[in-house]
């Protein structure tokens, strides 16, 4: 890739030329085959933390929307909640791994969610043109919630989802990007989490992938080494790995929310490493085969290379 | 209003119900005069404090909508802000009655307007069905603003709107909420006046009215006696009056932006006492002529009565 | 609802401005409910002749359509068609309660709903500005009829009804006000009972309501007793009352009409008195429960109060 | 014509198959020119009132749609409504040759314009199919009047024409038949002289032709003399007759209605003698040249067959 | 039809006007019954290549599409193909009829039926205006082909219909002109036969008709017999005809055509004599009753003309 | 370019995967700044008949297509014209470098163009998808021509185009491909230089660019030295250089519709060597300057970097 052929020097361009204008003609079947398709992304970890990452998020989902695709984006922000708890004095108080959210706490919850991690997300995106829209899931009913559990307080599980300002937005050239709080229908808000709400959008939508931005580098066969990374996995083994309790506890709500979204016809789900620069461009547009890919049934290897 | 006239009383129809079906008849020039126009009201003051009040307010606004007029809620939060900051342990600095803005005051604004009174607003709104969309000016690019003095920091100006999410949101059947946090062109944020934003959405709208709610009557000719209202004024004589400094300081913002969005194509502007039970309603569906009413040209008694 | 609370007072309103303010926003739950729905009303009787009550008719529809709902007025025109005939020396020959129609008469019937009663109709609707439009079955093709029996001459059933254009007129904002004289496919026209035509096009348009104004408080238990009103009634029911012959024979094709309506999909059917003013405010606005509601399964109180 | 040639009497064509290919071949130039443009036609006279007439007359409208016209029928009806007089007893009084309308006269002359001539055209086109619209002016808005003169009565003047319902039905592929009643902005309705009407309306709808049939072969220049007929002749000149006095009186509405519908953008204005069959057929199909064309420029001859 | 009456004699009108509106007249109710249809045109034969024949060929098409209907034109070009090899020197070879075509054949027929035939009749039917435009099957992936016998070379068959562009060509107004190229996935082009291909696009269009144009009066009883023309057949029985071994070799394709297409859903097959001047015009605006039609079920005679 | 950063090896990502991922996140600000304009390619030389470079012409179009642009690719076609014309052994005259073009020529032209040089553009580009569809100048009326002298028989010269079905096809995804035969509005077809075409097309299209594909690097200061490209120039000084007599013969075609195009609206002309792999992306997507780029003022260097 490094030799500039003849043709090429003549009209005096370098090897750096000749290297993007091949690889933008790689990128060609991939721009094809994901035109018009829907891809929520589940953001967080330390590709939200840190600002040089953050920036990379930024242009690559700009990227996807300018080569056709529709990327919408779904964010939590439990580190930020978590701060800004501690600021203001108040304890965290978690049961079974769950935040317990009383009316003070679901008040900061939502405040740093909706008008802190969704605003930074946006102003982020719309550094490329006015483009980016939050939302969170309270704004035109998009999402019902109840409470999961009384004792947990202002938790909430998804009862309904309504994707209709979502799609009017993605028809209008924008890209949404939606804070997990719900509201059931007495408008009592909940917060839920995101990986929930992310796999549950994808399926209202139909989305031709749900990925997932972690900072692991995917499904570990042992937590503890991560070079026993799956790459592939059907979700009926993830079902029974779910039953099995071997699944690490965290991982949880992530794999359950990817395999419901896969088993109500989304068509590929993606545990990614979001501390990887440009991972999901890596995952669209190349044949790295990164991180974990979960699909109904198998895929045989050589018929698709993402 | 009281007696019952016969063939009522033989339908088995008491006098509130007479009553009531004479005064939906006397609405029907009103909301013919106003359908399918754009009323632009910025919230604020009491009315967005007192529960009881917030919750008419959310009636009214959802009324205005349904009988075909097409309302956009624009709000800022100051009292909101300084109890946030107080309970951060940060110090509210103001110079000429404006607070001197840093990185982390800007923050802390964007978190509450955002995330904490704009969702109140939406939540509110929706529990009438899911009308409500809560924007802030950074959503597809709606208000670009820019530094308003180096050493109020991130104090902006609105530099420019760009209505068109409104537009789309308002033929959506939605009712916009917006706060009053712009972006420049690099994605640096920005709190702004909301009495300010909320002028210069309207003029971007070309709406039919602007309505500003606070805690006074109206314009008063001497702020100590509040039965000294002003209830039509024209542009001309407020700019004589803004030239004359003469006003109450606190006013100067609102009255400027009253003056800039009338002269700039709003055709009337009122300053209405947001503590006075369904207001809004009072002001656009009778004669009662409550408030201050701003417009271009004097209006002659007699031939429109709002 | 008489007292004028302390801001009001301080904002100079009154109590009816009060008063309205307060009836305004109980509407809000009506309005919402039907919006976006059709109702069909049958207009007859006294509400037609009496030239207040016709003003009121109309204000009252034209409110309808100004809040949201989709109002289509069909009328028919007996006694204007009797008294056009005394005044041309024709006689009028009756069978079995059905005027017998020959061509002269079917003229005249014509000649009086289209070109008489309709206008008139058009007319004082119109004067709250350019919405209603006159149309006879004829017209487009909306009512194919057939004829009821020969010794009737030119007295038809409905056969089809092609509800096409009435449902653009009200697409573009238009109130469709229709006259009951159908078409043959060889273009011999009919006249029809309107109660029976009211009742086709509210099925064909999928109403949510369909209101019969008449001169009588509703379905009475005995008619010679206005006290022994129905104020409920399911189509089973009153399947049962027309089988039974109690009926009062004026009543017939109207209930027919009623329980054909009801049981082919529109949600409720309304006898309504239309010597009440404002009558189809009252049913559709308050709670206030007048005349007979027809449903096909009973409406259990409290769930619903209209 | 009438020779077959050889291979069409190999296929078993006659004479009269083959007329009739070579003709829609000759209309083919006539259909594209008019493709898709307005034709308002004034009907009236022999033409209404001939059965045998008025089918042909309905099925050449019908055609004129079929070809891809847009053909708008407006009619009066001055004998039928002296008739419906005369039967119910009331005098006709004239006064400079309009008929002074009092409110009877006037309800008895809507009465019998919508309700029987309107109904009639109506009708005999629908026999072709659910096209036929029947509107009056009074429809959604379509004219406003003024009184023409108080000792006149209800005779009005078009102060205002609102095309936009006419507009609305062509483009659903309907024909509206438009009788020449309208209402000023009180309600209170007018008779007006259809040959106004139909001037006015063809104006307001840029017309490319208006077309008024009557029972005299066109413009003569001797009345008396039928064979004096003015086959062109453009608005100037026309003006100058005008003023001259020397037109037959009966004939002044028609022509003052031409001269200012072609004045105001018309293309061409025709009058044409209802009684011969077809006649709107050959005036647009073929080159005969019957009738007086009024433009407005004189058109060279050569350059344009119609 | 050759007498004037004496209205028309009075008006100007000849003897030919006269029959000119009346056919006209009765032209009406063949174009209303097939307004807004598909009629698919196989081109070819002499009507191809008699420059008199083709001009009124494509008079009568534009005058089709005049009148409402929506006429699709595909042609081959077998003659002009063998020419052109002719004056290149290349010698054709056939088998079992099928021209053998190597890759320089196949270049040759796209070029010359793209290239020149297409391109002829595009020429001839726009100089009635900007109507036709000239498309392989190739354009836009309309026919996607496969290979028919590798012995046979590039000769394709039709593997599936994409009547995309074409349905959207007709929207717009336009007259799609299709030469019988096809492409399969991997975009070699293949030569098929164009009575095939103009069977599967009607039938992937759910035309009214498909008329194929050929030097033959139809199908005959006897080959050798012009006047043994069987006027009407159903697919059954030409499905016997055709397994019996009977039918004449060239007719074979055509015949199989016309019935696969009636079985798919196409109503009407015609085999017409193209040498017939304005033979598609007799068919389809007289009761001429010419060439043979060809339906799924038998046609009652007096139900139907056509 | 070519060490791995650590969390992409961690991730299993190789150098070229990052390289990959960084290049396409360069490509963003092009790709917004071109989204949803028209780009007019002039295709010809030898990127048009070396089959390697033909290919990526196609994809490089096809991605231009996916990644937001319109473009629309013109082309003639003289050497495959001459080759035709030896192989029927038929003459070519040239009169001042224009080739005589008797009726013979035109034919051959017009089969050649259309039937085989845009044959293979289409082919090759449908090998990405059914996007490519194409279009002589006579479809539709794109190009109306007229005899550019008589000696020179039928070589044309544009006189109007009539691009609505271009933009039509553009907004249904398509990519025409237009040959450069125009027709006079008899019907007559001229065969016109592909050059001054691709300009007027451009223009009328208000495209954003026309690029201008050839075998030479661009424009020379001196013919003779390949190093004397100019890189940039403005109209001004090419009107100059064109009065001057200095240009190349075969250069002066081309640089006047250059010229014609800009200073009709088009912003930039390029003339680019097609010789070179992907010169079209390298032109839109890198800062590579390579060819003449032709604007109308002066483009100051660093503000703009293609």
Known sequence: MT?????????????EHVAKAELLTEMLPYIQRFAGQIVVIKYGGNAMIDAALAKQFASDVVLLRQVGMLP?????GGPQIGDMMKRLGKDAVFQDGLRVTDAETLDIARMVLVGKVNRDIVSV???HGPRAVGLSGQDAGII????RDPSLGFVGNVRHVNPMIITQLLSEGLIP?????GADTTGQAYNINADTVAGAIAASLNAAKIIYLSDVPGLLRDV??????IN?????DLRTKLASGELDGGMIPKITACVDAVDEGVE???LLDGRVPHVILLEIFTNAGIGTMITHDPVVDGTDAT
């Open 125 to 127: 995106l719309n550094v």
């Open 232 to 236: 592939r996995i059907t979700t009926p």
């Open 224 to 229: 503890e080494d991560p070079t026993s990374l």
């Open 3 to 15: 030799e500039v052929p003849a043709p090429y020097e003549a009209a005096g361009a370098t090897a």
């Open 268 to 270: 590929r789900a993606h």
């Open 72 to 76: 919408v984006v779904v964010h939590g």
């Open 177 to 181: 990007v939606i804070a997990t709080i």
């Open 144 to 147: 019902t919630a109840e409470a």
